[in-house]
């Protein structure tokens, strides 16, 4: 398997892999499927350097998911903590791919200049997320209740923190 940087060709891949979670789980808190267009818009906010990372694990040209830390919030003290995320193709679950890619996010951003805190909302429940997270070190800092409203129900999420 060959975990690189995502490019702009992986994002169709990307897109049908996200859109799974949004039509099927409460993982993320999107209620309709994203079109190409905005998907783009996110992708955008990547670079190949910086704290702002995008990395897919791929076999024999498929890619199986991805891993990303982007913007924790946008006013200017924030600047040092990223918000970090993984999603993997359902078939692709359990495999180990979650646990190579989020190494490898967490190497790369462990030697940018700058980044303080690695932070990671998990929808409740999802004890595979959490397992994951625990298995790197994050601690579970707090719950947001019933803060997301999707398939007729309120759902948590838990907020879990890494120290670089």
Known sequence: MLIRDGRAEDLPRLLEIYNHYVDHTPITFDIEPLSLEKRRLWFDGFASDGPHRIFVAETNGRVHGYACSGTFRTK??????VEASVYLDA???????GTALYAH???VLEEEVGVHRVLAGITQPNETSVALHQRFG???IGT???VGFKFGRY???AWF???L
């Open 76 to 81: 200017p003290a924030y600047h040092r903590s």
């Open 91 to 97: 078939d692709d679950c359990g495999g180990g791919i």
């Open 105 to 107: 996010l967490l190497a």
């Open 138 to 140: 994050f601690k579970r």
């Open 144 to 146: 947001f209740s019933d």
């Open 155 to 157: 759902w948590d999420v």
């Open 161 to 163: 923190e890494l120290a």
